[in-house]
């Protein structure tokens, strides 16, 4: 099923929108219920979360063919790491502070096979739960987000988004706010860092690409969708909880 | 500090609530963000949770560092599993299914070093963690509940509440509910179970024991201190996750 | 899916053969390799296999997402062990070594809600995983089968063929054979075992209970099928692995 | 080569002396350090350890490449647990608590196969370790010791030294010193202790029995090798550990 | 045993023939079957396996002292990484993606102590595993690997041969073919492949170096060895049990 | 009580002597063994120790709140690295053979948020258990050392004592020997590697850097603090679990 919704993603619709769970806890059981609780997307954040690769491979296998298609905020840029969580059957990866061109196209040469890139064959677990002919018949269509959240990502998102094999960006508001100097965090009323998503936007339109944002204040999804914004996150599995278990002992007290 | 709640509770002060958390999920990072949320107790369900022991004893270790007190509602009461629990830490125990004195003692055997039971020395993690003298200056005031949930636990409730050693007693309304033939799972304004809940509280009352009930319906919770509850638990991690979860998925589709 | 082939074995249908992989390696990756192989029924086995419940709650995630269905056999057929299990998402047990329908009637009190049984309310992840009402709509149909594997089994098959909530025998041609003291392990072509087998087939099949059996020759399924038989597992994947291992190691030295 | 020492150790030889590490930290690689370390049996510790069936699988596997030969002490003498012990390929087992003969029968009958017992047939990793005969070459062979450890249990030592498949008698002088109602804790200078020890090493050596303790005092060894104990053992590794860490840090400190 | 393997492969004896299994199930048991199954090496493949360090450390435990000596092909050649790798007891290293002798130069000096190398000093399983001055006599004899796989790799490999410290060289059929442009993966029969195959191995002739190919077709191995090849591997643990699975999976549906 | 700690360390006070326990064994259960015996810091060795990212987060949390404070020893400086232990509540790391101050500037950047660095924001378990305002109150003082260990480093050490944000100096004296040519590993009467001591005592006591030593003699503990080392680690856990078992061994054979 999360075959199908990749096929759709593929079309870039912009009328769709997509909503994205946001994984840091290191289980399985956790990423069972978020990708049963009605997502299309399901991240598991290796950058910041608390989980590596072992226990990431069993929240795979957790989200497998639920209708979730998991992906990975992976938390190193390097090629063996991209390939690692390829092969572990990730359907997508999200490529954290990519800064300019030349950084995402080394990427990028990890996530697709030859001529289009170098990743190195041995699909283990990715042919089998999705495709005997991974290779001809899904390796081409992985979802691979570049993370804009730098001062200089901002500065050169026009020629990032033309990096061949880029199928979307993503905004991460939190590190970009910090990163040009802003005085709030992730504040989507500062006009500063709107402009910013502005122009992210525009470079995701003009090239035909997903465009997503874990942002800090869904009121302002309908706002962030008039940009051109169809994929959405917030918070985490673990904030979720946190901030649940903190009211829920209020409410036991009485 | 658990050992300050600890004396503390020993003194059956019906003025205090407590909250009591509900542990499901098998991971000591949502262990720590439980234990670090407020409540003064931490119980790692092992009954209908998705731990066992291992799982359980990183759960231990992650609540064991917080002011929360950290119990295990065990899967069985059987003499050994009681022991291994306790040896790993807990400083309490809520025993299932608890049906008649006999079956309790027993089950209370396990938890005291003689004269008072028959456990069996070797408090590996126990004694490391509370007291070099655990034997002498801990263990014979770990919390025991016997948990009230069937009609036979209900018909004996006044002979189970007079067995020594034992701490309290602790509803489970949703077997209770069944066991008695109620139409429906834990319903508080169904005036039969919430007759069971007065004759139960009695009993405790009568004999200066904790009371806690895993309650369905917290809006009911100022009805309940009036009969002499003062430990509240309800729901699980798993459902707080499970709900904010579907929520957040509504949210993020605008 | 697996819900489609509950639902299909509930009418006992001896048209239609079932294959049934035999799980005894602690690993979620190899019960997915498994389970996505093609056979119907996915059994863990916690008796002999080297899994406990942690990991076995590990491979019944990564089997869940595939259309085979997971049983269990279980290590113990102790009230509160299979309890957990069925929480934990198992469709269906596998009980070993009855020997009387006393045993049985207690064991499947586990595994049946009030008034049925006396199963403790808790379906954590059971009913995440297949139906919010999984009390009223899946548990009724859980897949428990009896083992019939020792000289006190077979001479009372036909009481325990008729303990009610009983699903279906399965036969252990192993331990039965010792059992009755035959002088080989499980060979079928011994008359005095294979007239145990004609025995327990005819007690499954006056009851219309589902009939299994872990063959040690799948040369005599056709033989086995005219009898009633018509669910089939032979070795484990211990052996599967170990077997075609030698085989490549002779195969790798030319 | 644990093989060899399981073959040397039939012989009861009391002129040989055994030593034997005491494990209780659920880790394969402390118990590979203990293995390694010289001594002749490697006890992973199940009832009073930190460890559970899983841990304690990969401990049996890090311990299955040395010259030690492993045992568990298991937590709980019911059946299916002891059986689940000896299919992880444990070549012996310490049962605790033994009180009485019938109690011991019933354990032992879950050690040896039929005739001898009615131990379920399915050796998965112990036959793929020691020998593809394991029924017939090595399940007779199992080193099972009844622990004296309860003031029933030395009450008929001399019945339970008897029964037939018992290996071998060990004494925890903790739980004894406490059961027999002495003041201090395992006080080998006890006068009534020692002769509880003299009672029971009278029993094994009348029966040709291995005769261990976990004692308390390893300046006694001589007056214990002189009543017949040839198999010695002391605090843990936990306690190496603690013991070794204190001192360190007191070292550091100048 | 492993270390008499690692002292007959200094001889680089063509006349002998090894066989190589290739894991890449995450688990201990599998990989302990593998090691008892007659395999002279057991690579663990952390590069499209799907285990990482921690997983692969309890692997290493398994295969321990077995007769198989463990190799692991990494997923990273980064020098931290071999280094951990090779502390752990890895007794030597296949290096993927070698494209040229600097990088193979960098990735050597993380496996040799000084002079020969940085490598830093702290082989703490490595040491306890083989000998007491591992640093004196094991670090040196190393089987350090490295894996010609690329059209850079082949196009360098007479350079690539003769950097110092290096003791064979692995052909990776898959991504070599793909790499110099063939239209068929790893096809044996394709005469520029093997015209490669010649080249890499004559490489290997000249310099004394061990030689081993990953071959997709085992019937070429006659061939093969010809060109001086005598290290063989081909597809996993994983692929043999999926084969094997679907094979008894239509072998039970009769 | 660990933030205690980390305020008392910014004063960087000689007068003050802290001990540093250095973890190797991969296990929650030794972490808190060694944090509970008296340490002032516990350094989980990830780069010559036998657990990765996930275990170590295990071991952090078990260190949790005693009063020990966690550093990190990593394996690799890579940016995304250091982050990620930061992130998983880590209060210090120590850096291993940093050779000069570029090098060293870089894994700063890590280690702080802007404008000091470039650290990406999700302190996730970091704010939770220090201070929900993390990034303002805890990030600053977080504990970086960096180590002294080549012959390279030892000839820039006053170039990189003066890199902002770093907080103390660490000398390991095993490498550091050998880099340096010196025939013995670690021998503090060397009088050439005690001079390199002395001059890296000095580079930081005039930027009023804490010092620490991994001393391979604490005899000599004295002497170091007359250079204003104090900060002292020996050996490991690993190491004090062998060498107390060896001797226990011998002390059970009598």
Redesign the interface.
């Known amino acids: 099923m999360a075959a199908d919704l990749l096929a759709r993603l593929k079309s870039v619709n912009r009328d769709e929108?997509y909503?994205?769970?946001w994984l840091?806890?290191?289980?399985?059981?956790?990423a069972?219920?978020?990708a049963?609780?009605?997502?299309d997307l399901c991240t598991i954040?290796a950058?910041?979360?608390?989980?590596?690769?072992?226990?990431g491979?069993?929240m795979l296998?957790?989200i497998?063919?639920?209708k979730a298609l998991p992906l990975i905020r992976v938390?190193?840029?390097?090629i063996?790491?991209l390939?690692?969580w390829l092969?572990?059957g990730a359907l997508g990866l999200i490529l954290?502070?990519i800064d300019e061109p030349e950084q995402l196209k080394q990427a990028l040469s990890a996530c697709y096979?030859?001529p289009a890139g170098?990743r190195?064959?041995?699909?283990?677990?990715a042919a089998?739960?999705t495709h005997p002919d991974y290779r001809y018949h899904v390796s081409g269509d992985l979802l691979i987000f570049a993370q804009i959240?730098?001062a200089s990502g901002l500065e050169q998102v026009e020629a990032i988004a033309t990096v061949p094999g880029l199928k979307g960006l993503y905004v991460?508001p939190?590190?970009l706010s910090?990163?040009i100097?802003r005085p709030k965090?992730a504040d989507l009323s500062d006009p500063v860092l709107w402009s910013a998503l502005v122009r992210i936007a525009a470079a995701a339109q003009k090239n035909e690409l997903l465009l997503g944002i874990h942002t800090s204040d869904?009121s302002r999804?309908?706002d962030l969708?008039a940009l051109g914004f169809h994929i959405?996150?917030?918070?985490?599995?673990?904030h979720?909880?946190?901030?649940?278990?903190?009211k829920?002992?209020?409410?036991?007290?009485?």
Chains 1, 2, 3, 4, 5, 6 share one sequence.
């Open positions: 929108v909503s994205n769970a840091t806890i290191p289980s399985s059981w956790t069972e219920i978020m049963r609780s009605g997502f954040d950058q910041h979360g608390l989980m590596d690769y072992q226990t491979l069993s296998q957790a497998g063919n639920t938390h190193d840029n390097a063996p790491n390939m690692k092969d572990a954290p502070m096979y030859p170098n190195s064959h041995g699909p283990t677990r089998f739960v959240e730098t991460g939190y590190d910090i990163s100097g965090l869904t999804i309908p969708r959405f996150s917030t918070g985490s599995d673990s979720l909880l946190m901030d649940s278990a903190k829920l002992d209020q409410e036991l007290r009485g």
